[in-house]
Each structure stands twice: as structure tokens, then as C-alpha cells.
């Protein structure tokens, strides 16, 4: 028998975490999603699209898990950078050609652009906030997911110095 000790930053074994999450939906637009011991959430579409209005979209729900995937992975990458900062504010918007799920499969169905603008409250400089953009980037999951499929991401990172009090 023979006893290996490795860091997890450098094992060459996946680091699989399973997350079960389901969702039930009576013959309409809205879903109803349980997410276990994270509570549960409702998607939807609006009235005037043959929804009932009781929550976002399933596309608004991604580009919501967009900004939480962020801010979750900057603010790990801060940590880990010893970058300090305030707050993390976003605004996202996306755009589709609804042709697509309309049926017609010479247009995508998916997303063609995402914008994602992200204001950071710190006084680290520009340059500081950048290496750890760029770092959040290169992990965060949904930031992946998104720009793998092809889809034009395109992100604006903004930093504003904290107001002073006084």
C-alpha cells in the first residue's frame, strides 16, 4: 500500500460537486424549481409571451446566474489576490432572434449577445481590478458556458472610489 498527499490545486483528479436541482410544470409556461436545501425559485414568461407573469424568464435566469457566478468568483479571486473592495454592482441585458424558437433553425436559438457591466466600489487601481477581471473571467462557470456557445460576451468592469463621509 502505498500513501499519496497532493494539494488539491494540483491534482490531476477531477474535483467533481453533484447539486441536484428539480423543477415540475403543469402544462404551462411557468416552472416551478426546487433547489433543495437552497430553497426554490419560479420561472416563467411574461403575459403578453402566454405566461402568467410569476417569474423572470428561463433566459433572464441566466443572465442573473451570470451576475451571481461573477460576483461569487471575484470575490474568491479577491480574497485570494488580496484585493479589497467595497461592493460589486451589475446590470445585464441580452438580446435573441426570437425566430429561433419560433422554430426556424437557420437562426440560433440561444442568446446572440450578452452585456454584462459590473460596477466595482474600491480603491485599488485600475490595474489591480484588471488582473483580477481577468483572473474571475478565466474561471467563472456561467462566464464560460456562455462564451463557449459562441455567444458575443461582452463585459465593461467599472471602478468607482468609494464616497467619503465627513
Do not use: K
Not at 65 to 81: D, H, Q
Amino acid at each position: 500500500m502505498a500513501t499519496e498527499i497532493v494539494s488539491d490545486a494540483y491534482s490531476t483528479e477531477p474535483l467533481l460537486r453533484r447539486r441536484i436541482v428539480t423543477a415540475f410544470s403543469r402544462g404551462t409556461m411557468r416552472t416551478d424549481i426546487d433547489c433543495g436545501e437552497f430553497g426554490t425559485l419560479t420561472t416563467d414568461e411574461p403575459v403578453p409571451h402566454g405566461g402568467t407573469g410569476m417569474g423572470p424568464s428561463p433566459l433572464q435566469t441566466v443572465v442573473a446566474a451570470l451576475c451571481g457566478c461573477e460576483a461569487v468568483t471575484f470575490n474568491r479571486t479577491a480574497a485570494e489576490m488580496e484585493f479589497g473592495y467595497e461592493s460589486i454592482a451589475f446590470a445585464a441585458e441580452y438580446t435573441i432572434d426570437i425566430r429561433g424558437r419560433m422554430g426556424n433553425r437557420s437562426v440560433r436559438r440561444h442568446f446572440q449577445t450578452v452585456r454584462l457591466e459590473a460596477t466595482v466600489i474600491t480603491e485599488e487601481s485600475e490595474e489591480r481590478l484588471r488582473e483580477v477581471v481577468e483572473e474571475t473571467e478565466a474561471r467563472c462557470p456561467v462566464f464560460n458556458l456562455i462564451s463557449d456557445a459562441g455567444v458575443r460576451l461582452e463585459a465593461r468592469w467599472i471602478r468607482r472610489l468609494p464616497e467619503t463621509t465627513g
